[in-house]
């Protein structure tokens, strides 16, 4: 690759792409390239901007929209930017962004969030992101629907992976069970069992393209792959099967399952939710870390603990199950309250700053995570882009940290802080 080709781009298109595309392409070299991203795409506003021009209007709709209007979307950015924290002066201390989950040390208490069809937004982003975690030292909970199985993800960033499970209930949760043993036996250290998607939402962006599994392209999908050649070359060379976890339940042995087939299985058989009955029994399956994601209620996270959890991840599926369900900033201090003291307590839903991070940590969370962040880094900016996302949060903490006056992230909770939007929640309990 010479100084003036992108990533994923041969050398005949780069001067159309860097004209059409806006994209933030830097020298070869990788100091050159991160200089000529921190000038380009400063902030996650910034990298989204560019994302949206280099991808097909329906893999960024898909990847930046919520359910019905989006208000679960709009709500989690309004609640996020409503806190404030107010910083204390007097100590100049270094700021150390390692944090510890689960008895293994990260380099930050950021991670990187699962997305369902992450290949739609970024072709071959579940082995992107991999990388990106083991690069970055940060913990990615890759999917049951991700675009390359657990298998492949644990050997690309080891005990760095985590597992999120949906539920396959025929045949007693025979099919669920197998994956929970696949994710032990590849090495995943956390299990996060979903329960924020029972049942499926109604994404109108989604259906106005016809986005629908199986994906059947028509004229006007055609077109807008045409009018992005950087997605749809990288498309091209990926060639990677979509829910890779799934083919060996569909086809006979010695016989690859067809996309059709393992669409068809997926819209029969999935469900994103559990009973606290099974929780309890996949807790007595699972030998390692437990975290149940979707957490909205303290109530809730007070049963995920007695159910065995070890972890808790408060989340409204970052706005894309249910309209009227409030920002998961707004409760995660009722969570935190209720069992931080029993349980680690993880924070998504909104995230797109290291200052988000920051608000998270100050209201009670042990880390943030960000799934549309890091993928939208890939749009924007091609292989590399989640390792860039990955430095710019971390550096963006590390510059808050700095200006309340902390060294650690755990300090942050000492801060005074006004978060008038916050939930007075408690068990059995609304104000």
């Keep these: 690759m010479n100084a003036e080709t992108p990533d994923d781009t041969p ?45 097909p209007r329906f893999a960024y709709d898909f990847l930046a929209g919520g359910t019905g209007d989006d ?78 199985s657990i ?24 099919v669920t069970f197998d994956l929970v043993s696949r994710a032990e036996a590849a090495g995943a250290t956390t299990l996060v069992v979903a329960v924020d998607a029972p049942v499926r939402s109604k994404r109108p962006r989604d259906l106005r393209h016809g986005l629908v599994v199986p994906f059947r392209p028509t004229l006007t999908t055609a077109l807008q792959v045409a009018g992005a050649p950087a997605w749809a070359l990288a498309a091209l060379r990926s060639r990677v099967p979509v829910f890779a976890n799934m083919g060996r339940y569909v086809a006979p042995p010695g016989r690859p399952a067809t996309l059709d087939e393992v669409a068809g299985f997926v819209q029969r058989e999935l469900r994103g939710g559990f009973t606290w009955d099974e929780i309890a029994e996949l807790r007595q399956r699972w030998p390692r870390a437990l975290v149940i994601k979707g957490i909205l209620h303290p109530a809730d996270a007070e049963r995920a603990v007695r159910a065995g959890a070890d972890g808790v991840l408060v989340s409204n599926h970052g706005g894309r199950q249910s309209d009227a369900a409030p920002a998961a900033i707004d409760v995660l201090p009722a969570v935190a309250r209720a069992v931080g003291g029993d349980a680690t307590v993880l924070f998504d839903s909104g995230v797109r700053s290291g200052l ?76």
């Design 356 to 431: 988000d991070v920051s608000r998270a940590i100050a209201l009670g969370a042990d880390a943030a995570f960000s799934g549309r962040g890091f993928l939208l880094g890939l749009a924007a900016a091609g292989r590399r882009g989640g390792d860039y996302v990955a430095a710019l949060l971390t550096d963006e903490l590390r510059t808050a940290m700095g200006q309340f006056g902390v060294d650690r992230p755990e300090r942050l909770r000492t801060l005074d802080i006004r978060h008038a939007t916050a939930w007075n929640v408690e068990p059995g309990l609304i104000i």
């Design 71 to 148: 208000l679960g979307v709009r709500r989690n950015r309004a609640a996020l930017d409503a806190v404030e924290i107010v910083p204390r002066y007097g100590e100049l201390s270094a700021a150390d962004t390692t944090t510890s989950l689960f008895g293994r040390r990260y380099a930050a208490p950021i991670g990187i969030s699962p997305a369902g069809l992450d290949g739609l937004a970024w072709p071959d982003a579940t082995r992107l992101l991999a990388d990106t975690a083991h690069a970055a030292d940060l913990p990615y909970i890759t999917g049951t629907l991700a675009s390359a």
């Design 151 to 174: 298998e492949e993800v644990a050997r690309r960033c080891g005990d760095r992976a985590w597992f999120q499970l949906y539920g396959i209930p025929a045949d007693g949760h025979k």
């Design 11 to 55: 050398r005949g298109l780069t001067v159309r792409l860097r004209r059409r595309q806006g994209a933030a392409w830097g020298p070869g070299s990788g100091v050159g390239r991160e200089a000529t991203w921190k000038r380009r795409l400063p902030s996650l506003a910034d990298i989204e901007h560019a994302a949206r021009r280099r991808l």
